[in-house]
């Protein structure tokens, strides 16, 4: 069992940065991603740590401005967000346990309750 628990979200000018936050308890996951999904979306991979490889991947609209990394110490993962554009605006999701292809929504077991991102222009 996994639990995650985001923070870190808020309200920024187009331009801003944010960091957010990925709490985990309980046993430690192969890998852990970031989602996001903004109204009448599909839920969309923004970015991905596979941990044991420290390995990253991202999608292509954030490549550049996002950066995935993580305090092992404090058993977190965090979304370090700049150069934040209005088209980022959505709930920001963690997700952890991958079986399959890192950007599917369906493909992780355990996801925490999200965080709210709004980018104004």
């Known amino acids: 069992q996994v639990e995650l628990v985001e923070s870190g979200g808020g309200s920024v000018q187009a331009g801003g940065s944010l960091r957010l936050s990925c709490a985990a308890s309980?046993?430690?996951?192969?890998?852990v991603a970031w989602f996001r999904q903004a109204p009448g979306k599909e839920r969309e991979g923004v970015a991905a740590?596979?941990?044991?490889?420290?390995?990253?991947f991202y999608a292509d609209s954030v490549k550049g401005r996002f950066t995935i990394f993580q305090d092992s110490a404090k058993n977190t993962v965090y979304l370090q967000m700049n150069s934040l554009k209005p088209e980022d605006s959505a709930m920001y999701y963690c997700?952890?346990?991958?079986?399959?292809?890192?950007?599917?929504?369906?493909?992780?077991?355990?996801w925490g309750q999200g965080t709210q991102v709004t980018v104004s222009s």
């Open positions: 997700a952890a346990d991958l079986k399959g292809g890192w950007s599917t929504a369906a493909n992780y077991n355990y």
């Open positions: 309980g046993h430690s996951s192969n890998v």
């Open positions: 740590l596979f941990a044991r490889y420290a390995t990253t």
